[in-house]
């Protein structure tokens, strides 16, 4: 562990602001993943003719869509400006980006399940309507378009978390994507399969595992070059949430590989890797909201940085002052 | 990729930056707080101005400081810090390493700093100064030169006006709160209500008519470094308040040459803890707009001691997600492959 760093602050009080989000938003986080990886699921179907999990799919991937949409709505301060996001676009936000992702993803996958809402409802399974000709490319298309803006949609949620000056957040920006697509992927593989016959599920099953692999693994290396914010993942209700996600994980997914075949146990795996994906986004979450009230986290590590960019000046000043090399000079020569 | 990257941090002119044609020169604020009373006018007169709800009454324990910090609807917040002999030594300590590494600006020799500094330990000696110190500072938004609030901010509500200043347009935010996470400084904050706050339980007078002005709630709100009076040629209502001119107002360059200035006459009048906290254009931020003369280290004051904005590293974080979105589709299409179904 780090040793206990001595720090000034003003009166204890949080130099950052925590962002003002209430729980909508690690469900945003959770859901909009769990839609990313069901459109893939359902893409997979598509073009390898697994019927149900192509359907399966589509239908989670809208619905949890919708329930994304609602909830990032919802969290706004002003509900009814929601449109504003489409004002403008803006390299520099990841909100801004991630706003667009949503409507060009939402855009295919509403295609996409309305496809199958249709051939359950219409007689003959849609054959006989005007241009049914066309339905297989259709198709087609929605199953590229969903894939194309799904891995951007469980990728993003990761940067608009880093891109922020709260402390956790911000020094997990090289693993988080990892452990968000990870969480996605072994999510939309629990609930496929929950949803879908295990004939269908071999696919659904892989994904899971692998998904569960990815984010563990990555999770591993980001509490491991992290420092000192990584210490409210460790502590408090994001302690025990992430404690409790990893467990999930790695139980879900063994029970896959053990059990998966059979419909009980693919349902209880799957439930616990769709709880697991769901916990990790609050746990981090949670840890990155006590990093910015603590100001611990702002001032240690920049009080870190600043003392190794001074020792560096100090070695420049005194190389200029003998003559000799700066340690800097010599590695740009090497 | 330069100009991407300028765009990101580093020395700049941000009115330019954000396709302003022959902007007016930068305007910013110094905060000299060796010289600040702690009288609060600054406070009072940018609630007035501005029209900003009362958001908080009653004590806090923390010296005279009873606003607490920046937020939504307090603009200027007044610093209070009360220190012994112990804290200032350690204080003085701190800025003699920082002068010895050459900063802000000092001509090393330039002038005999162990003769000015034992003159003011022997004035500590005989009871001539005081074993006991306030440290008041009146903090207000940076407007950064590289702003996280404004680069973040989805909606372009928060924008760059031509005085290079960071503005919160009210009808356009919507409320996302995601500038408020991307604040270096704690500075910007969404307003959640409009009437009067209170205190670990202290009742306030929040039924008075001043109270229930039309602060809009639900949206960001900071400092705009009186855009309003800006446009007519009026300095900030904080800085036209202050009376012993502890805070100053006008064109960036020129509060940066008189920092220096004063900063080098307290060196020389062995004051070694002074130091200048955001004028140097190559740190974190790219420079601020408000630039301040401390006493101590800055998170003393409830500042960040070396602020990076969030979007420097933008590039990088992109460019890790950009690879964990191929890894996804990847391992999406891996799944499919290999035998059929069992």
Redesign the interface.
């Given at each position: 562990m780090v040793p206990e760093a001595q720090f000034a602050s003003y009166y204890g009080r949080n130099i950052v602001k925590p962002a003002p989000w209430g729980h909508e938003i690690p469900a945003y986080l959770f859901l909009g993943g769990l839609a990313a990886g069901s459109a893939l699921v359902a893409a997979g179907g598509e073009m390898t003719g697994r019927r149900e999990l192509q359907r399966n799919g589509r239908l989670i991937a809208l619905g949890a869509l919708g329930g994304s949409t609602y909830a990032l709505i919802s969290d706004l301060g002003k509900p009814s400006r929601f449109h504003h996001m489409m004002r403008t676009v803006k390299l520099t936000s990841p909100m801004s980006i991630g706003s667009w992702i949503l409507a060009g993803f939402g855009a295919f996958t509403g295609v996409a399940a309305l496809s199958e809402v249709v051939k359950e409802v219409a007689p003959n399974q849609g054959r006989d309507l005007p241009m049914a000709w066309f339905w297989p490319y259709g198709d087609r298309l929605a199953s590229i378009g969903a894939g194309f803006f799904s891995a951007p949609l469980a990728a993003y949620t990761a940067v608009l978390l880093s891109d922020t000056a709260t402390p956790t957040w911000h020094a997990a920006y090289r693993e988080l994507p990892f452990v968000f697509v990870g969480s996605a992927l072994a999510a939309a593989g629990g609930t496929a399969m929950v949803t879908t016959t295990t004939r269908e599920c071999a696919p659904a099953r892989r994904m899971a595992v692998g998904g569960a692999i990815l984010e563990t693994g990555a999770f591993a290396l980001l509490e491991r070059q992290i420092g000192v914010p990584g210490e409210t993942l460790h502590r408090g209700r994001a302690g025990r949430l992430l404690k409790l996600a990893k467990a999930l994980t790695i139980g879900g997914a063994a029970l896959t590989v053990v059990g998966g075949r059979w419909r009980p146990s693919a349902v209880a795996a799957g439930l616990a890797l769709a709880t697991a994906s769901a916990l990790t986004r609050f746990g981090v979450v949670e840890a990155g909201m006590e990093s910015a009230k603590d100001p611990r986290y702002t001032v240690v590590p920049q009080k870190q940085r600043l003392a190794a960019r001074r020792a560096q000046a100090a070695i420049d000043a005194a190389s200029e002052i003998t003559g000799l090399p700066s340690a800097q000079a010599l590695a740009e020569q090497a | 990729m330069s100009l991407w990257r300028n765009?990101?941090s580093g020395p700049t002119d941000p009115a330019r930056d954000a396709g302003w044609v022959d902007p007016p020169p930068r305007q910013g604020f110094f905060t000299d707080t060796s010289i600040c009373i702690g009288c609060k006018a600054c406070e009072v007169a940018c609630k007035e101005w501005n029209q900003l709800p009362m958001d908080r009454l009653g004590m806090?324990g923390?010296s005279y400081?009873n606003s607490?910090?920046l937020g939504a609807s307090t603009w200027r917040h007044v610093?209070f810090?009360e220190q012994t002999t112990e804290r200032i030594a350690a204080a003085r300590e701190s800025g003699r390493?920082l002068i010895a590494?050459?900063m802000p600006g000092l001509r090393p020799g330039a002038m005999d700093l162990a003769a000015a500094e034992s003159a003011a330990l022997a004035a500590l000696a005989t009871g001539t100064l005081p074993d006991f110190r306030w440290l008041i500072a009146s903090d207000v938004c940076k407007h950064c030169t590289h702003a996280?609030c404004l680069?973040?901010?989805?909606?372009?509500?928060l924008f760059r006006s031509e005085f290079g200043t960071v503005v919160v347009q009210d009808e356009?935010?919507?409320?996302?709160?995601?500038c408020?996470?991307?604040?270096?400084?704690?500075v910007?904050?969404?307003r959640?209500d409009a009437g009067a706050g209170t205190i670990s339980g202290v009742a306030s007078a929040g039924s008075s008519g001043r109270a229930a002005t039309s602060a809009p709630?639900?949206?960001?709100a900071k400092c705009t470094l009186c855009y309003d009076r800006l446009h007519v040629g009026a300095p900030p209502a904080c800085a036209q308040a202050c009376p012993t001119t502890s805070i100053q107002f006008g064109d960036l360059d020129l509060m940066r040459r008189r920092a220096t200035e004063r900063v080098e006459a307290l060196h020389a009048k062995g004051f070694t803890e002074a130091r200048l906290y955001g004028a140097d254009p190559n740190d974190g931020i790219g420079g601020t707009g408000s630039i301040f003369l401390l006493l101590?280290?800055p998170?003393?004051?409830?500042?960040?001691?070396?602020?990076v904005v969030?979007?420097h590293?933008?590039p990088?974080?992109?460019r890790?997600?950009?690879?964990?979105?191929?890894?996804?589709?990847v391992?999406?299409?891996?799944?499919?492959l290999?035998?059929?179904?069992?």
């Open positions: - | 765009q990101l806090t923390a400081d607490i910090g610093a810090v390493a590494l050459g996280a680069d973040v901010c989805p909606t372009g509500s356009i935010c919507n409320g996302c709160g995601y408020v996470a991307a604040c270096p400084f704690g910007i904050e969404r959640e709630t639900g949206i960001a101590d280290e998170e003393v004051y409830g500042l960040p001691p070396d602020p969030t979007t590293d933008l990088d974080i992109f890790k997600a950009g690879y964990a979105g191929l890894t996804m589709l391992g999406a299409a891996l799944s499919f290999g035998r059929r179904d069992s």
